[in-house]
């Protein structure tokens, strides 16, 4: 696997999954290097939407696909926004108007423990029956002001009380080794290690 295409159009998550599987000697494609459309993500669970959006890709690209499918699960909304976490406010997606919504759903709940969760597909090929899949979670809370001009999303409201900083504040190497994404990610480019090795 020395290219692999991406099944998004999110710049950040480009930039992020380009930061981290460079290194391995792979050279990492957006969709829509080859006209690829976002895929439909009709399904209520993480591990289904990313599939779709792997396998779709793989198969307009001859490709093998990389798709993550994320989203922030707020404690008080019963794990909302969940899978609706980048159409939250509707469409035309709108990180602005997304975030707008969640810190008026969460103004006045005492409660605003969140988590952001992450599931990432690879598939060798379009009908893979053998996907690899690796997740990852980042705990942390909600705050009702936004700090920080890195990340993207719900970043600069996700707050990391350890740290004393919002996700927004970090630089992408801090990023990259703690958030929910990079650790699916990590987690992946073993996986990849380990297939590459093993069809040596």
Aim: charged letters at 25%; glycine letters at 8%; proline letters at 6%.
């Amino acid at each position: 696997m020395k290219r692999i295409v991406i099944a998004s159009n999110n710049s950040g998550k480009l930039q992020e999954f380009c930061h981290l599987l460079e290194p391995l000697g792979i050279q990492v494609l957006p969709q829509s290097a080859f006209n690829v459309t976002e895929a439909e993500e009709p399904y209520y669970t993480f591990v289904e939407n990313a599939l779709a959006k792997a396998r779709h890709a793989s198969k307009y690209t001859g490709l093998p696909a990389l798709a993550d499918d994320s989203g922030i699960c707020v404690d008080a909304l019963s794990g909302g926004p969940g899978v609706y976490s980048a159409r939250y406010a509707g469409e035309p997606k709108s990180d602005e108007r997304n975030n707008q919504k969640l810190i008026e759903a969460l103004r006045i709940l005492p409660d605003r423990n969140a988590h952001y969760y992450c599931i990432i597909v690879l598939v060798r090929f379009a009908d893979d029956p053998q996907p690899i899949i690796t997740d990852g979670i980042w705990h942390g809370r909600i705050v009702l002001e936004p700090h920080g001009e890195g990340g993207f999303g719900y970043d600069p409201y996700f707050s990391l009380p350890d740290l004393g900083k919002t996700a927004a504040e970090l630089s992408i190497e801090q990023k990259n080794l703690i958030s929910h994404r990079g650790k699916a990610l990590a987690r992946m480019t073993e996986r990849i290690k380990e297939d590459t090795l093993s069809h040596v």
